[in-house]
Nanobody, 119 residues
Framework: QVQLVESGGGLVQAGGSLRLSCAASGSTFSAYAMGWFRQAPGKEREFVARITWRLGITTYADFVKGRFTISRDNAKITVDLQMNSLKPEDTAVYYC????????????WGQGTQVTVST
């Protein structure tokens, strides 16, 4: 089983930036895509962004378009999420996850990293 470990969360003022990283380790890594999700207190977990592993095709939720950028490093097996122009409503626990095929659900999740954006 591949382990996913997120890092880079923290406290930032509105308008600031943070860069999250998700590192995969353990068994031989194989995935169709890696994605970032977030869950705010009292809310459902929601999709933020994803990148396909082989071709690097990116998809974003509308509420982060133009502010967040997802990228991958195939050699290091990491996926980063650069978050700019952060808003208080971006406050949440951010999770990375892998999806084994284009039709399968995300089935391997990290433990999450807290992002808090203050006013």
């Amino acid at each position: 089983q591949v382990q996913l470990v997120e890092s880079g969360g923290g406290l930032v003022q509105a308008g600031g930036s943070l860069r999250l990283s998700c590192a995969a380790s353990g068994s031989t890594f194989s995935a169709y895509a890696m994605g970032w999700f977030r869950q705010a207190p009292g809310k459902e977990r929601e999709f933020v962004a994803r990148i396909t592993w082989r071709l690097g095709i990116t998809t974003y939720a509308d509420f982060v378009k133009g502010r967040f950028t997802i990228s991958r490093d195939n050699a290091k097996i990491t996926v980063d999420l650069q978050m700019n122009s952060l808003k208080p409503e971006d406050t949440a626990v951010y999770y990375c996850a892998t999806r084994p095929t284009s039709t399968a659900p995300y089935n391997n999740w990290g433990q999450g990293t807290q992002v808090t954006v203050s006013t």
